[in-house]
């Protein structure tokens, strides 16, 4: 843990960011992984990213939500190619936190690893920031997207042959399948 977290914790850095996206409540039935600091210690502890002796504040949760909203929006902007203000506003908290949790590029053994400058908290949102870079670094990061679902937004890796999924799931796009089917019934008889 500490200043020398790497974001190999997990097999692939994308897979560190689609977890911690992936910590919202949402209308599909995922519940919050970060409502209080016990919460957040304890996600952050089941994936080896903090020490036992990490202290996480009220101030910390607020900080682990909003990054974790800027990276949500876009991610969105993947799934939906919409360039919003919203996803602006989410580039401009993405570089503020990049400022907030620097990262620095380790060499050793021919390989290049970014890891959080910092410990404790700022480590844990520094390792999300640097395994989004590491993810964009493979070219993969307009792969990583969220569901169109509005009552989902859940983060999934597109691994379709063209790279034009839309859902996190086969069940999330027949919903929403149905759910037009719905409304084109619904205009047809009125």
């Known amino acids: ?17 689609v977890d911690f996206v992936n910590t919202r ?11 209080s600091g016990a919460d957040l210690l304890r996600w952050a502890r089941e994936r080896d990213l903090l020490d036992d002796g990490a202290a996480v504040t009220d101030f910390d949760v ?3 939500r909003e990054l974790r909203e800027a990276l949500r929006t876009v991610l969105l902007s993947h ?8 996803l602006a506003d989410a580039h401009e908290r993405l570089r503020a936190a990049s400022d907030r949790y620097p990262v620095r590029a380790v060499v050793a053994a021919g390989r290049v ?6 410990g404790g908290v700022p480590g844990l949102l520094g390792t999300v920031l640097a ?6 670094h493979r070219d993969e990061w307009a792969w990583v997207k969220a569901c169109s679902s509005p009552k989902c937004l859940y983060a999934f890796r597109d691994r379709t042959r063209n790279h ?14 149905m759910q037009a089917l719905r409304e084109r019934n619904k205009e047809d008889r009125a």
């Not at 949402?26 to 919050?32: F, L, Y």
């Not at 034009?164 to 399948?177: D, E, F, K, T």
């Open 164 to 177: 034009s999924g839309r859902y996190c799931s086969p069940r999330c796009g027949s919903r929403m399948s």
């Open 1 to 17: 843990m500490g200043s020398e977290q790497e974001t190999a914790s997990w097999k692939d850095p994308a897979d560190v960011v």
């Open 79 to 86: 799934t939906d190619g919409q360039q919003t203000a919203a």
């Open 25 to 35: 409540a949402d209308g599909a039935g995922h519940i919050e992984r970060f409502g």
């Open 131 to 136: 395994a989004a870079a590491e993810t964009a």
């Open 113 to 118: 690893r970014l890891v959080p400058v910092a």
């Open 62 to 64: 607020l900080a682990a």
